[in-house]
DNA sequence: CGCCGAGTTGAACTGAATCAAGAAACGTGG
DNA sequence: CCACGTTTCTTGATTCAGTTCAACTCGGCG
């Protein structure tokens, strides 16, 4: 739990207050290997941030399997569009390894959320944050090839190419399994 | 400037403290039409909230101009990267009409933020709304073709097709004049 | 041992880019 | 208000990155 909070502090400074509230609110989850935590259809109660283990959030296109997002280590993950609209989510969650992970509920954040300050502002930093990694992230798409999209993965994040089966790693950065294979041989 | 305090409490109430305190934090400015705003490597210093008028945040790629989003009424536009890290912007806002705008400083925001937290909230549920549009922006570019990426923009926004040059339109959908030209053709 | 999912490799196809040239609209000055 | 140059838009021919379809290889595991 002190390594959320610490991931959170280093955001913006919590309050003793904040972080003992915080702490009460929180809930650690076991799961193995390959195990489903968000299904489809399921409204995402949960937002997850990863002590141990790595994590996949993804959805079904014409019946493809479709990577979103990959959650390692010091990550948050969580089917935002279904945990903020509390609507069936629409994507998935499923461990790729065994994880530890420390999880907050729903309403818990909205209590949190509405007594102190200093957690929103936290939270208002992140969704900044994460409106710019998509920034970046659609910059990629629109421009990159799949061979830098590629490359720009394995600099950011060459445990993940180890980690992650390849057909995951090639819906992720847009590109079909047999482009990534024919990329991985060149070179 | 109701306009704008309006926008901000539908989305959370807001005190009339805050409003108060926001109302002094405003200025309002008038641009002609075609007018560099923000420009290339200047740190952005406002958010904008477009009370009337049409303008649009581009950057450029090897040398080409890439439109990276419209404002219209009613919407905000800065030039986020630069504005909340403050440093030299990559991208540059102009008019493409004559505007009035609604503008709030950075060091003006921060003070609020700081001061209000029910403003705090606002832009906390403002930035996750940013982060799930791009989000589908992403997913358009990824699976949806030229032709589907134009119908789609002609249903959301049929009125930036009238008011905004094709060249703006089509680096915006990600495609070339070229194409665009074609696609309005068949049909 | 044989099956099965994961990965590789080859051949054909395709949506959109690029290159290039012409047509239409636009505005600025004489 | 017309003429000229400039920008915007259209149209055609060619090219290319990446997809699709399909067959084949390999390592593991019941």
Do not use: W
């Not at 919590?14 to 915080?22: A, F, G, R, V």
């Not at 969650?93 to 200093?118: G, M, P, R, V, W």
Request: proline content about 2%; glycine content about 4%.
């Amino acid at each position: 739990m002190d390594n959320f909070i610490n991931y959170l502090q280093v955001i913006s400074k919590l309050s003793d207050d904040t972080k003992s509230d915080l702490v009460n609110c929180l809930t650690t989850f076991e799961f193995a290997k390959n195990k489903t935590i968000l299904k489809q259809g399921q409204v995402c109660n949960y937002l997850y941030f990863v002590d141990k283990g790595l994590l996949r959030l993804f959805y079904y296109r014409d019946g493809k399997d479709i990577t979103d997002y990959f959650a390692t280590e010091q990550n948050i993950i969580g089917g935002i569009d279904s945990f903020f609209s509390q609507k069936p989510s629409e994507k998935i969650i499923e461990t790729l390894e065994a994880c530890s992970l420390i999880a907050i509920s729903f309403d818990n954040l909205e209590k949190l959320y509405q007594k102190h300050h200093d957690l929103e502002r936290v939270g208002r930093i992140l969704s900044v944050g994460a409106f710019l990694s998509m920034q970046e992230r659609l910059f990629a798409i629109q421009f990159h090839s799949a061979k830098q999209r590629y490359q720009e993965l394995l600099a950011r994040s060459p445990d993940i190419l180890q980690r992650v089966p390849l057909g995951h790693i090639a819906s992720y950065l847009g590109i079909t399994q047999v482009t990534l294979s024919r990329i991985r041989s060149q070179k």
